[in-house]
């Protein structure tokens, strides 16, 4: 079965460094996001990704953040200068057109030391 | 205030006794409702999507149900394999549909 894929798995960097997360969305998915999950907190929204641009972003992803598809296979989330507080789990998610569930990676568990 | 609210925040359950979950949305605009089951340390994993009152679905021991207001995730004759945290999410039209917005999820333990 077709499944997101995230890597690293878990990464630990220092404060003020950049950092990059990276997704395989599922193939034939058009629709690309980025969620994260501070511990003990909700799943939330940081990004959406359509037609190789930004459709929609929360308050949470400001100028630090940002988004790219490099290839026709990956997507990536990018830090800027990561801060203590940026520490969670980052969801990557797919859905196909027309279908409104997404499918989740198994996440990236960010740590910020 | 909070567009998706789940109840209760933690359940348990003994092995092979019946429970509902509870989902409560934002009404307006909503475009779908969603149930995943999350495992610690893990993604959310896709359950099912309701998009109109009266729409169920089921899927071995879980039923998912949804109201003018409200979802119920049904679990039938648990057993401790199905311990995770359930978690209910909601999308909206207008500004903010391509996104999610998340309960803050219910953490079922089913005990042998």
């Known amino acids: 079965e077709p499944e997101v894929t995230q890597t690293p798995s878990h990464q630990v960097t220092q404060m003020g460094q950049e950092v990059i997360l990276r997704c395989v969305p599922i193939?034939?998915?058009?629709?690309f996001y980025w969620y994260r999950q501070i511990l003990g907190q909700k799943v939330e929204f940081l990004v959406s990704?359509?037609?190789?641009?930004?459709?929609?972003k929360s308050e949470i992803f400001d100028d630090q953040f940002s988004v790219e598809r490099p290839d026709g296979s990956n997507f990536t989330l990018k830090i800027r200068s990561t801060k203590l507080e940026d520490s969670a789990m980052y969801f990557c998610?797919?859905?196909?057109?027309?279908?409104?569930?997404?499918?989740f990676g198994q996440g990236t568990r960010l740590t910020v030391v | 205030e909070d567009q998706v609210t789940q109840s209760p925040e933690a359940l348990r359950l003994q092995e092979g006794e019946s429970s509902s979950l509870n989902c409560s949305y934002t009404?307006?605009?909503?475009?779908?409702l969603f149930w995943y089951r999350q495992d610690p340390g893990k993604g959310p994993e896709f359950l099912f999507t309701?998009?109109?009152a009266g729409e169920e679905k089921e899927k071995e021991r879980l039923k998912a149900t949804l109201t003018k207001k409200e979802s119920f995730l049904h679990i039938t004759a648990p057993k401790p394999e199905d311990s995770a945290t359930y978690l209910c999410?909601?999308?909206?039209?207008?500004?903010?549909?391509?996104?999610?917005?998340f309960g803050k999820g219910t953490k079922l333990s089913v005990i042998p």
């Open positions: 309701l998009y109109s």
């Open positions: 999410a909601a999308r909206y039209s207008g500004a903010g549909s391509y996104q999610l917005t």
């Open positions: 990704f359509y037609n190789n641009e930004i459709s929609e």
């Open positions: 009404v307006s605009g909503l475009r779908g």
């Open positions: 998610a797919s859905r196909k057109p027309r279908q409104g569930e997404a499918f």
């Open positions: 193939s034939n998915h058009l629709y």
